[in-house]
C-alpha cells in the first residue's frame, strides 16, 4: 500500500526557515517523480514544486521559486522542501505527492501537514 | 494556464445526476485530471487524461472533453460521493488547479 507521510510542520515566525518531510512506502521511491502541493485555509490546492527521479531537475511556480527548495534522499525513501523567507501567505497545508508533472497527475497525496507563518 | 471550474457549490440528493465544469484559458489537450477531497483522507485521483478512470474509480464517475473545456459527471450519486472535486490541468508548468467544486446533499 502506497503511504505518504509528512512532517515537519508548524508555527514559524515571519522570513524565518522550516523544512518539511516526507516519509514514502509502498512503492520503489526512486521510480518515481514527487511534488509538494499547498492547500492555504479555506482556498484551493496550489503546486509548489516537483522533483525528477534522480534529483537532478526540479520545478517551481514563481511565488515560491529561490525561497523553497525541493529535495529527496532515495536511500531513505523520503521527500523533502525547505522553505525560506516565508511570508504569510504561505500559511497552508502541505501535502507530499507521488508524480505531479507535465503529462503525468499526482496519483497518491499524504494527509498533509500544517504550516503557519505569523509572530 | 488558468481553471476555471463551476460551480463552486452543488447541492443534490442521493441518486441524481451531477456535472462540474472546468475550463482551461488555452489548450491543454487531454491532460486534465480530477481529485476528490474529503475531510480527513487523503486526495484520491479519479481520472486523468480528461476521461480514464484511475483503478479504483466507481464507474458512475465519467470525464470527458478536450482542449479547453472538459465535463466530470457523476451518476446516481452515492453518500460517499459527497465532498469537493478539483479539477487539474497538467499540460504545462505551472501545474494549476481549479478552484474546486464542493458537492453537498440537499
Known amino acids: 500500500e502506497v503511504q505518504l507521510v509528512e512532517s515537519g510542520g508548524g508555527l514559524v515566525q515571519p522570513g524565518r526557515s522550516l523544512k518539511l518531510s516526507c516519509a514514502a512506502s509502498g512503492f520503489t521511491f526512486s521510480n518515481y517523480y514527487m511534488a509538494w502541493v499547498r492547500q492555504a485555509p479555506k482556498k484551493g490546492l496550489e503546486w509548489v514544486a516537483t522533483i525528477s527521479t534522480s534529483g537532478s531537475r526540479t520545478y517551481y511556480p514563481d511565488s515560491v521559486k529561490g525561497r523553497f527548495t525541493i529535495s529527496r534522499d532515495n536511500a531513505k525513501s523520503s521527500l523533502y522542501l525547505q522553505m525560506n523567507s516565508l511570508k504569510s501567505e504561505d500559511t497552508a497545508t502541505y501535502y507530499c505527492?507521488?508524480?505531479?508533472?507535465?503529462?503525468?497527475?499526482?496519483?497518491?497525496w499524504g494527509q498533509g501537514v500544517m504550516v503557519t507563518v505569523s509572530s | 494556464v488558468q481553471m476555471t471550474q463551476s460551480p463552486s457549490y452543488l447541492a443534490a440528493s442521493p441518486g441524481e445526476s451531477v456535472s462540474i465544469s472546468c475550463k482551461a484559458s488555452?489548450?491543454?489537450?487531454?491532460?486534465l485530471a480530477w481529485y476528490q477531497e474529503k475531510p480527513g483522507k487523503a486526495n484520491k485521483l479519479l481520472i486523468h487524461?480528461?476521461?480514464t478512470l484511475q483503478s479504483g474509480t466507481p464507474s458512475r464517475f465519467s470525464g470527458s472533453g478536450s482542449g479547453t473545456d472538459f465535463t466530470l459527471t457523476i451518476r446516481s450519486l452515492e453518500s460517499e460521493d459527497f465532498a469537493v472535486y478539483y479539477c487539474?490541468?497538467?499540460?504545462?508548468?505551472?501545474?494549476?488547479f481549479g478552484s474546486g467544486t464542493k458537492l453537498e446533499i440537499k
Open positions: 505527492a507521488r508524480r505531479g508533472f507535465i503529462t503525468t497527475p499526482a496519483d497518491y
Open positions: 487539474q490541468q497538467y499540460n504545462e508548468y505551472p501545474l494549476t
Open positions: 487524461s480528461g476521461s
Open positions: 488555452k489548450s491543454i489537450s487531454n491532460n
